[in-house]
Every structure is written in C-alpha cells, then in structure tokens.
C-alpha cells in the first residue's frame, strides 16, 4: 500500500512536467493569435506584422492570425498580451513605442514593459532621418548646431504628437548638443511634412520611408541619419553620429513578444523560425519594400535592447520636461 501511494504521489507531482513538456512539444497545435496594437494598414509596423504572420503560418504549420487591436499609442494592444495566458498562442506585435517610450510618457499602463513580456525578437528597424526645410541654410549637424545656437528658441522642429519618436528625437538632440530648438506637434507626419516644405518648420525627423522621395527629388535637405552605422536604404547620407554626436540613435523597430512566463522551449521556437525567415530572399525584399532593415536579435538580447531603450528614453523625457498624460 505504501508503495501503490508512493507511486501516485510521484505520478500526481510530475502531472504538471509532463503536460507542460507535452505543450511545449506540439507546440504549436492550434492557431496563434498575433496582436497588432494599431489599426489595418495603419503604419509599417502593421504591414510587417502581417508579414511576419503570412511567413510564421508557412514554417510552423499553423494559421497565425493577426487581430489589430488599436488604442492608446499601441498601450491597449499590448496590454492585451501582457495578460494573456503564457502558453505561446498569444503574441504581440512588438513595437518601440508602447515598449520603450509608454512607460515614461503615459502615467498609467497597464503593464510593466520589462516583467510583464517575454520578448521574443526584434526583427526589422525603421532608420529615422533627420531633415531642414530648404529655405534653412545648414547642411549638415555642425551647420544646424551652430544655427540653433545664434538663434536661441529660432529654430522649431515638428514631430507628429507628443511622446512619439520623432519628438524624442528632436528632444535628444536638444539634450546632447545643449541646444533649445522649440517643439511644434502635429497630428500626424502628413501635416507636418507639408509645414516644412513650405519652410513654416525648420527641422523635422522621422522614419526614412516618409521622407526619402521627398530628399531625392531636393525638396528638403538632409541632416544626418539617426542609426549608429549608415543606412542600406540611402547609404550616401552620413549618421548624426559620425558627424560628432557620438550614439546618437533614434529608429522605430518591430519584434515579436510572447507574455511573461511562457516556456522558454516556444519562445526559442518561435525564435529559430523566425531567424530562419529572415535569412530568405522573400522576408529581406519584403522589409526593404518597407523602408525597413532587417536587424534580427534574438530574446536576451532583445530583452536587453528594451531595457536600455526604456532607461535612455526616460532620461530624454525628465530632460524635455515632457509631462507624462
């Protein structure tokens, strides 16, 4: 009898191993649930989403189906998947801002960016691109320093809302050259592209894609990419980094994140699919039609990128005096 009860003790105690090790093993045996925390269509981060998920549905062998799931500046989303079980059926379009920039801008999500996700990886970035209108006559940082500095609070720079990248960027280049260039948000990066052809702004920085044609055809002129190494997408233009601002980096990147806790056997899975992705011709045309690069990292330090990120942003914010919503 003591011997029967000892062995369904041992059964009993090793129930919970055995269906885990079963879960993680035919993982994945059901759809996956891919949330994207803004609306269709929206931004590039919505079409590598969906991107990601046409292509994970192809190597593991099940529909992963995308739910956008707008609001809050992608925080609504997000916190969709920080409360999801962990079992790997639900995951996140991971993007910079909810992750690394919420945190310090809003004063209330609902999550914690780094307990609450498993980050999974960070597979594409958006290099940001810093521009002056025409009529402003700097052509490269040292210029524009320079200008910013005999015109104290003359020079404006736009962004499309507070909080967002291209206000940070303008404001982390006002901390690391000791400068006071005025913020002017827009509702959206539409309105304020046409404010600084017009020359109503002088400064604006946002992703690449919004910009490139317009920098081509010499409608508004170059600063200095925000990226620690020069841009595939246009190569010819030097970073603000090796201009003299030394790591000056501001980009949009999009990952995948799994919620906290799920076993480390799917989030490595999951990994190991997608860095088999990303080495095909079909994912690096895709990203590049995208204005986007391929920059695959995988969970540790993707975890660790989002740490720094939260840290260096929370630092620019108290810096700007940006007061958190």
Same mark, same amino acid.
């Given at each position: ?7 369904? #003790? ?10 885990? +090790? ?20 929206? @931004? ?22 995308? %739910? ?6 992608? #925080? ?7 409360? $999801? ?8 379009? =991971? ?18 960016? #780094? ?6 990886? !960070?597979? =594409? ?41 291209? +206000? ?14 005025? +913020? ?9 592209? #046409? ?21 081509? $055809?010499?409608?508004? !002129? ?7 190494? !020069? ?20 980009? @949009? ?18 990994? %190991? ?8 011709? %079909?994912?690096?045309?895709f990203v590049q039609q995208q204005g986007a690069e391929l920059a695959l990292l995988g969970p540790d330090a993707f975890a660790a990128d989002i740490k720094s990120d939260i840290a260096k942003w929370a630092r620019v914010v108290k810096a700007a005096k940006i007061q958190p919503e």
């Amino acid at each position: 009898m003591k011997q029967l009860l000892a062995t369904l #003790t041992g059964l009993a105690l090793a129930a919970p191993w055995i269906a885990a +090790h079963a879960q993680t093993t035919d993982y994945p045996s059901r759809p996956i649930r891919l949330i994207v925390p803004f609306s269709p269509g929206s @931004s590039t981060n919505d079409i590598l989403g969906r991107g990601m998920a046409q292509r994970l549905t192809a190597a593991l062998g099940q529909q992963v189906v995308v %739910d956008n799931r707008p609001g809050a500046g992608g #925080t609504s989303g997000s916190e969709i998947v920080a409360k $999801a079980p962990p079992d790997g059926y639900t995951l996140l379009v =991971a993007i910079a801002g909810p992750l690394t920039v919420a945190p310090s801008v809003y004063k209330q999500i609902g999550y914690d960016a #780094t307990r609450d996700f498993a980050p999974v990886a !960070r597979v =594409a970035v958006v290099p940001y691109l810093m521009v002056v209108s025409n009529s402003v006559p700097a052509a490269n940082v040292k210029e524009l320093i320079a200008l910013a500095k005999s015109k104290p609070k003359g020079i404006n720079f736009a962004s499309s809302g507070v909080g967002g990248s291209p +206000h940070l960027c303008g404001e982390l280049f006002n901390t690391m050259t000791g400068l006071d260039m005025v +913020h002017v948000p827009y509702k959206g990066a539409g309105v304020a592209t #046409t404010d600084v052809l017009s020359g109503q702004i002088q400064m604006f920085c946002t992703g690449v894609t919004a910009l490139n044609a317009l920098v081509k $055809a010499g409608r508004m !002129r170059p600063i200095g990419m925000a990226t620690l190494k !020069r841009s595939a997408l246009m190569p010819e233009i030097p970073t603000i980094s090796e201009q003299g601002l030394k790591d000056f980096e501001v980009t @949009s990147w999009t990952g995948i994140a799994a919620p906290a806790k799920t076993p480390r056997a799917i989030v490595q899975k999951l990994y %190991d699919a997608l860095a088999k992705i990303a080495q095909t011709d %079909d994912m690096k045309t895709f990203v590049q039609q995208q204005g986007a690069e391929l920059a695959l990292l995988g969970p540790d330090a993707f975890a660790a990128d989002i740490k720094s990120d939260i840290a260096k942003w929370a630092r620019v914010v108290k810096a700007a005096k940006i007061q958190p919503e």
